[in-house]
């Protein structure tokens, strides 16, 4: 089940249900640089939601425990989170959705894929190393969609730079206005505590005492003379930044940050649950609820009666023992209910809905009951693909994320030559899950992997030894890049599949691509074709139009 049921007022009409349940909807994701400590605050939102009753211990590779996001076995080897998972918890209220997402640079298409999902991101910055590469990158497609942004400075219990010039590093380079929350007293073995900024108190921070439960000593006041005594050499350091910041810094605008141009920055430590707190609130208090969706033909409501949605992700074998498929299904309008049948846009088709899942951290539940905001599970046998638009029968289309070209490339042939019927389909199946992409070549049909980094190859080698019991050879590629074709009318298809035969491969959906052996050729073969399209992304689960 969906968590404690929202008891409705007996007098309220569905349309009245629908609106409350909808305001109450949080829905998230958590991005960052590898190693800003993303997973870690994952787990301890998790705790603080009530979801879990234990962190795992993301980086202690003896334990037996891992962290609750990472489910997949190479995951919880590497303690890197590869892949992206979602869970639902209550907090005060209201139903949130938190969706993790990978932090490695070399799995940032399933990233983006997860932001088009969301209404607001928690965005984790390493105290030590500031603003990092992914990090810019994954701010650049938030603000595509103008999403709202929440920050996190982690660390703080660890030796780090001045917050001041934090503030001015994520200003500058991510080009976005902060607005501090919290200030932090000291840093490293000094670190006291923070000071909330709009509550004017310190919460104190005590090492080894914070928990999920436990409630943390409060000092109202920044004159209060109890502060000189416990802190006598931080203090003043503390009114003299605080001083500083009110008349520097940008205050707080709930309006700048609903439309993306603003941060609320807050400052803490995941591992120490120290902050955690805070950025719940915050997401209860300031994060929008499930907004408009682009349908393609119109904004759709949250809040309509009919139900709709789309598909961001797949996940092959989330449980081994069943080999299931599991589409990610982010609601956009209307009610899910148990057996509800709902039209399969890109097919025409009719599909039931039958036996939804609910993530609730670490295990999945039977959904009876879903809305705007929320993602279900919905089992998949090859039907669904990422980007595909489920409606109760109006012609709708939910914009997607698109593929990008691939600029890394292996050939896969199988060790034993009886397994490579096992071999495509594990590559096929990990194709649609966007986990890496899968081209066969026009001429000799040989299997083409394409990646965005080369880690993706080596999850994809593990997960076909592991799930699908193949052992393949990877060879090098001469390949330098790919694109989509279009073509103006069949003549000039012809003609250019004649002339090009050797150069031409089709993707999981059966698209046309060019493989270009360097730039120059690409660039030759552009110039010889000026009316021949060769386009670097396509939308999921989508044809590439002719131009």
């Known amino acids: 089940m969906n968590g404690p049921a929202l008891t409705a007022h007996p007098a309220a009409s569905p349309a009245a249900d629908l609106l409350r349940d909808v305001q109450k909807r949080r829905t998230f994701a958590i991005i960052s640089h590898p190693d800003a400590g993303k997973t870690t605050l994952t787990e301890k939102l998790l705790l603080f939601g009530g979801a879990i009753q234990m962190a795992g211990t993301v980086k202690a590779r003896k334990s037996a425990r891992h962290a609750t996001s990472d489910w997949m076995e190479v995951e919880k080897q590497r303690g890197i989170s590869v892949t992206s998972s979602v869970m639902q918890f209550e907090y005060d209220g209201h139903t949130v959705n938190l969706l993790d997402t990978p932090g490695h640079q070399d799995f940032s298409e399933d990233t983006y894929r997860v932001l088009t999902a969301v209404d607001a991101a928690v965005m984790v910055v390493d105290a030590a190393k500031g603003v990092e590469a992914q990090t810019i990158k994954l701010l650049e497609v938030c603000r595509l969609r103008n999403t709202p942004i929440i920050t996190f400075v982690n660390k703080l219990d660890r030796e780090v730079r001045e917050p ?25 073995k000094t670190f006291r505590g923070v000071w909330h900024l709009l509550h ?59 439309a993306g141009q603003q941060t609320p920055v807050f400052f803490g430590s995941g591992i120490n649950n120290f902050g955690v707190r805070e950025i719940l609130q915050a997401l209860i208090e300031w994060a929008p609820s499930p907004q408009p969706r682009d349908g393609g033909t119109r904004q759709v409501q949250p809040t309509e009666a009919p139900f709709t949605g789309f598909v961001f992700k797949i ?61 279900i599970g919905i089992h998949n046998h090859g039907q669904l693909q990422i ?32 397994k490579a019927k096992q071999l495509e389909k594990g590559l096929r199946e990990l194709g649609e899950e966007g986990a890496i992409q899968v081209f066969q070549t026009t001429a000799g049909h040989n299997l083409l992997l394409g990646a965005v980094g080369v880690l ?18 990877y060879d090098a590629a001469s390949i330098a890049t790919a694109r989509w074709l279009a073509y103006p009318d069949e003549a000039t298809r012809r003609d250019f599949e004649r002339e090009q035969a050797a150069a031409l491969a089709t993707d999981v959906d059966g698209n046309p691509v060019f493989l270009a052996a360097n730039k120059y050729n690409l660039q030759v073969t552009q110039e010889r074709w000026p009316k021949v399209s060769f386009h670097t992304t396509r939308e999921h689960g989508q044809r590439v139009s002719h131009s």
């Open 200 to 258: 004017e108190r310190l919460m104190r921070f005590t090492p080894g005492e914070a928990s999920a439960s436990g409630e943390l000593e409060l000092i109202e006041g920044i004159a209060n003379p109890k502060l000189d005594q416990l802190f006598p050499l931080e203090i003043n350091p503390l009114r003299e930044d605080i001083a500083l910041i009110q008349g520097a810094s940008h205050p707080f605008d709930i309006a700048a940050f609903l």
């Open 315 to 375: 996940q092959a074998n989330m449980d081994p023992k069943h080999r299931d498929r599991i589409a990610f299904f982010r609601v956009c309008s209307g009610r899910y209910a148990p057996g509800m049948k709902v039209s399969h846009r890109r097919t025409a088709r009719e599909i039931k809905l039958a036996n939804a899942l609910t993530f609730m951290a670490n295990e999945r539940v039977a959904s009876e009951d879903a809305v705007a905001g929320d993602i």
């Open 456 to 473: 993706q190859f080596e999850i994809v080698a593990q997960r076909l030894a592991a799930e699908y019991k193949v052992d393949a050879l």
């Open 387 to 418: 980007g595909d638009t489920l409606t109760e029968g109006e012609a709708l289309g939910f914009k997607g994320i698109p593929y990008f070209a691939p600029e890394l490339f292996r050939l896969a042939r199988p060790r034993d030559p009886f």
């Open 164 to 188: 001041m010039a934090l503030i001015e590093e994520i200003e500058s380079i991510l080009k976005i206005d902060c607005a501090p929350i919290t200030w932090p007293v000291g840093q490293g």
